[in-house]
């Protein structure tokens, strides 16, 4: 029986590559979006054209109101589409970047990266418990952000911070039921995130690259097909870790 990965923000970069790459490996997926409906729509038609099932759904992760709703749709989609009530694996992906000095970050800045990052993460994967089946895995994304300092990025790294201490508790408190969890913390990526800043800005971009190892930049190809093999059984034993996929970046 095919697995079944749930990922959020998976319309565009790492998550559009994750779910790809899981689709390579015979993974089915759901995937959710915020407002790009098309790019989802191109993300299964991707997969399906590989024989593998997905589906795709509207999900505001910064919305704690549309969480039950959304849980009620898929556990329907488990149902008619794959004739199951519970799902393997869940990727917490969706976010957004909002940068700025700690003296000139405003509160409203603050709580859209906490609700999105943070508390969204928190509270959807607590709605989603019942449906995630024994033995089954989580992956929580972060930064490499949490482990070095560059100006601007204060509250984005301070709310992936809290990502990685609650992947630890959450693999304590689901290791009765057989579920790893894990995070995984990129480093500078080549993707439109936080308005393309790290692909578009040459200066950034070559900051970035003179810090890490291999001298470059990372790519969504570099870190979807990670998750894919941290998602599969080959990899059943590493639980509560945080695996930073950055090239060697500040070492």
């Known amino acids: 029986m095919s697995k079944i990965t749930l990922i959020t923000g998976a319309s565009r970069g790492l998550g559009r ?18 407002s790009r ?9 991707e997969i399906q054209a590989m024989g593998r099932k997905a589906v795709a759904f509207q999900l505001d992760s910064g919305d704690m109101t549309a969480f039950a709703p959304f849980a009620e749709r898929l556990r329907a989609a488990l149902r008619d589409i794959w004739g199951r009530e519970t799902f393997d694996h869940l990727v917490n992906n969706a976010g957004h970047g909002d940068y700025a000095l700690i003296g000139e970050t405003t509160e409203a800045q603050f709580d859209g990266l906490v609700n999105v990052h943070f508390k969204g993460v928190y509270f959807l994967t ?16 972060s930064s490499g952000l949490t482990r070095i300092s560059y100006p601007g990025y204060a509250a984005y790294a301070a709310v992936k911070g809290a990502i990685e201490v609650l992947s630890v508790y959450l693999a304590k408190e689901l ?10 913390a990129p480093g500078a990526i080549e ?20 810090m ?6 990372g790519l969504p190809d570099d ?6 093999n941290l998602l599969s059984e ?3 034993w590493i639980n509560a870790q945080r695996i930073e996929v950055s090239g060697g970046q500040v070492i």
């Open 191 to 210: 993707t439109d995130f936080g308005g393309g800043a790290v692909r578009d800005n040459a200066e950034i971009n070559k900051a970035f690259a003179d």
């Open 175 to 184: 290791g009765s039921r057989g579920i790893a969890v894990n995070t995984v």
């Open 37 to 45: 409906s098309a790019d989802a729509e191109a993300v299964v038609a």
């Open 17 to 34: 590559n994750a779910a790809l790459s899981i689709a390579r490996r015979g993974g089915d997926v759901i995937l959710t979006y915020q």
């Open 126 to 141: 607590q709605t989603l418990l019942p449906l995630i089946a024994d033995g089954g895995r989580i992956v929580n994304l």
């Open 223 to 228: 870190i979807g097909p990670m998750i894919a």
């Open 234 to 236: 080959d990899n059943r």
């Open 212 to 217: 890490t190892a291999l001298g470059r930049v």
